[in-house]
């Protein structure tokens, strides 16, 4: 299906239930803060593109344009993101297709957590050297690979085609992609649906020859290689995408500052699948046994 008519068909995304369950009960409650709604809201993709998309005022003449979840719920108030939330909570009982078999939400959900915690965490540790905006990172971070969930949730045939012939030519995924391509397919999306250009430039061009020249694409670029490398693909033996060169010249963090915020990521996606009650197969930690924060060496990424 070619991407413009698929962007056209999709009025909302999928949520984990256990996330959607842990947001409902928290908007529900009488005595939800702001802080504790926005904390609730913001790390999960398909919540965050519905408050972005009713801060940005669904259309292009609005005045400005929010990137940051925190700042799109100040903007809206608690009373509008809950009522939003109500309405996302309805939609997503009606799915209407089913996923294909190798696709998992909650992995999916865990690679663009993942992502978002390290973009945001490399932004802080760049603040000196004029780095983009440490919570918009984070947000673009979380949408980049948006358009492989509305692959998924539009029944993902093209999705299982570059799957299969990725796995079979040894190539990497994105690569493997013929007809609507998940970064094609995302850019358009956030576009239809009047998100900032870095955020669409994030989803589109994170795997882009030229994202060197990004300093924002740079980032997102290298925070998900560094998911993949770290054990956390969207699909279960994604080959992972090679690192560009010019990109990770452009952001000096030296190898030990990198493995530091690896670390830090993972330990903050384990205390989020807490918060959201994971337990399934996709929960990081079970039984006691850590998934450890698997990252090499930095000469794996050159
Ligand atoms: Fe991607
Ligand atoms: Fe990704």
Same mark, same amino acid.
């Given at each position: #299906?070619?991407?413009?008519?698929?962007?056209?068909?999709? !009025?909302?995304?999928?949520?984990?239930?256990?996330?959607?369950?842990?947001? #409902?009960?928290?908007?529900?409650?009488?005595?939800?803060?702001? &802080?504790?709604?926005?904390?609730?809201?913001?790390?999960?993709?398909?919540?965050?593109?519905?408050?972005?998309?009713?801060?940005?005022? /669904?259309?292009?003449?609005?005045?400005?344009?929010?990137?940051?979840?925190? $700042?799109?719920?100040?903007?809206?108030?608690?009373?509008?993101?809950?009522?939003?939330?109500? %309405?996302?909570?309805?939609?997503?009982?009606? $799915?209407?297709?089913?996923?294909?078999?190798?696709?998992?939400?909650?992995?999916?959900?865990? %690679?663009?957590?993942?992502? !978002? +915690?390290?973009?945001?965490?490399?932004?802080? %540790?760049?603040?000196? /050297?004029?780095?983009? &905006?440490?919570?918009?990172?984070?947000?673009?971070?979380?949408?980049?690979?948006?358009?492989?969930?509305?692959?998924?949730?539009?029944?993902?045939?093209?999705?299982?085609?570059?799957?299969?012939?990725?796995?079979?030519?040894? +190539?990497?995924?994105?690569?493997?992609? $013929?007809?609507?391509?998940?970064?094609?397919?995302?850019?358009?999306?956030?576009?239809?649906?009047?998100?900032?250009?870095?955020?669409?430039?994030?989803?589109?061009?994170?795997?882009?020859?030229?994202?060197?020249?990004?300093?924002?694409?740079?980032?997102?670029?290298?925070?998900?290689? #560094?998911?993949? +490398?770290?054990? /956390?693909?969207?699909?279960?033996?994604?080959?992972?995408?090679?690192?560009?060169?010019?990109?990770?010249?452009?952001?000096?963090?030296?190898?030990?500052?990198?493995?530091?915020? !690896?670390?830090?990521?993972?330990?903050?996606?384990?205390?989020?699948?807490?918060?959201?009650?994971?337990?399934?197969?996709?929960?990081?930690?079970?039984?006691?046994?850590?998934?450890? !924060?698997?990252?090499?060496? %930095?000469?794996?990424?050159?």
């Amino acid at each position: #299906m070619d991407a413009s008519v698929l962007v056209s068909r999709i !009025a909302t995304l999928p949520t984990p239930g256990s996330v959607m369950q842990t947001v #409902m009960a928290l908007s529900g409650s009488p005595e939800v803060s702001l &802080d504790k709604l926005t904390y609730a809201v913001r790390h999960d993709p398909a919540i965050a593109v519905r408050i972005l998309r009713a801060a940005n005022g /669904y259309s292009t003449d609005f005045p400005f344009r929010i990137s940051s979840i925190p $700042n799109a719920v100040d903007f809206l108030g608690t009373n509008r993101v809950c009522s939003l939330l109500l %309405h996302s909570s309805r939609l997503s009982g009606e $799915n209407p297709s089913p996923f294909p078999s190798f696709f998992m939400l909650e992995r999916f959900w865990q %690679h663009a957590v993942l992502v !978002a +915690l390290i973009a945001g965490s490399i932004g802080r %540790h760049l603040q000196r /050297y004029d780095a983009p &905006d440490e919570e918009e990172l984070f947000t673009g971070g979380l949408l980049h690979d948006i358009g492989k969930l509305a692959l998924a949730a539009g029944g993902g045939g093209s999705l299982e085609a570059a799957r299969l012939r990725s796995v079979g030519e040894s +190539l990497p995924f994105y690569r493997a992609e $013929n007809e609507s391509p998940h970064t094609v397919v995302g850019a358009l999306l956030l576009q239809s649906w009047h998100l900032p250009p870095e955020l669409q430039q994030a989803a589109g061009g994170h795997h882009d020859p030229a994202v060197g020249a990004n300093r924002f694409a740079s980032v997102i670029h290298l925070a998900d290689v #560094m998911a993949h +490398l770290m054990g /956390y693909p969207v699909f279960a033996g994604e080959t992972y995408p090679p690192v560009d060169a010019a990109a990770l010249a452009a952001l000096p963090l030296p190898p030990e500052r990198l493995k530091l915020i !690896a670390g830090d990521a993972i330990g903050k996606l384990q205390e989020l699948e807490g918060f959201y009650g994971f337990t399934g197969p996709c929960a990081s930690a079970l039984g006691g046994e850590t998934r450890e !924060a698997r990252f090499p060496p %930095h000469g794996h990424l050159i």
